[in-house]
């Protein structure tokens, strides 16, 4: 009897928080990886917002103002951290839209949401591809 018991304890599944090493080997499907990107960045539009609005009040305060700003966004690290915000805005843009459709009951099937995850994916990243060449002036 004391076999059979200790058998029933061995056969019991052991469910265990995952590590931060184990972190790395984890495969998250692409619905995933897009739902946990428009969460980032929806709070790091949401905790900038503040300095956005400042900044642009500011560049429409007045001519020295804006010819201040303008001279502050011709630093290429300026540059890359306002492409990184209009990427977290783009992605949170067209993540919501799939989300909305999602809401709607319009792309629910497992391969549907895997396409359109895909989709928002690289969408965002292109729009926001054609943005930086645009702000680096290269065309």
């Known amino acids: 009897m004391v076999d059979a018991q ?3 304890k061995k056969d019991k599944p052991v469910f265990r928080n ?4 184990q972190l790395i080997h984890y495969r998250l499907p692409w619905a995933g990886k897009v739902s946990i990107l428009h969460r980032i960045s929806g709070a790091v539009l949401f905790l900038l917002l503040p300095f956005i609005l400042y900044l642009l009040d500011q560049s429409l305060a007045s001519e020295q103002t804006y010819q201040a700003f303008q001279g502050l966004t011709s630093n290429v690290l300026v540059k890359l951290i306002c492409l990184g915000l209009i990427w977290c805005f783009l992605h949170h843009f067209c993540a919501g839209i799939r989300y909305l459709l999602l809401d709607l009951e ?6 549907e949401s895997n396409r359109s995850a895909i989709i928002v994916f690289f969408l965002g990243l292109g729009l ?3 943005v930086g060449l645009k ?3 290269i065309y």
């Open 6 to 8: 200790q058998d029933v």
């Open 18 to 21: 995952i590590g931060l090493a």
């Open 106 to 111: 319009i792309g629910i099937s497992k391969a």
């Open 128 to 130: 926001t591809a054609i």
């Open 135 to 137: 702000m680096f002036a």
